[in-house]
Nanobody
Framework: QVQLVESGGGLVQPGGSLRLSCQAS????????MEWHRQAPGKRRELVAS???????NYANFVEGRFTASRDNAKNTAALQMNSLKSEDTALYYC??????????WGQGTQVTVSS
């Protein structure tokens, strides 16, 4: 049974930092694309960052160099370091492992709230 568990979310002031983690189990994570998505209230889910099995990383335009995605295939973990957080980064953040066009596997999400 595949399970993805996100952690690390919380309440942070604008300009602050958070580090999200995703622990995968029940799959060989190294053969999957790994993605971070987020969904703000009333908005569609959007892609934040993606990492291929070989480590190529792409970020959404809105990241603007503030976030760093990483993965450790040996440990079946992934992380998203988020710096210079803005109020518009407030959302539920999900990790996703997928292959090709298949929807893949999703975690339950971790809430990030950026507010003063």
């Amino acid at each position: 049974q595949v399970q993805l568990v996100e952690s690390g979310g919380g309440l942070v002031q604008p300009g602050g930092s958070l580090r999200l983690s995703c622990q995968a189990s029940g799959l060989i994570s190294g053969i999957y694309n790994m993605e971070w998505h987020r969904q703000a209230p009333g908005k569609r889910r959007e892609l934040v960052a993606s990492i291929t099995p070989t480590g190529r990383i792409n970020y959404a335009n809105f990241v603007e160099g503030r976030f760093t995605a990483s993965r450790d295939n040996a440990k079946n973990t992934a992380a998203l370091q988020m710096n210079s957080l803005k109020s518009e980064d407030t959302a539920l953040y999900y990790c996703n492992y997928r292959r090709g066009a298949a929807p893949g596997y999703w975690g339950q999400g971790t809430q990030v709230t950026v507010s003063s």
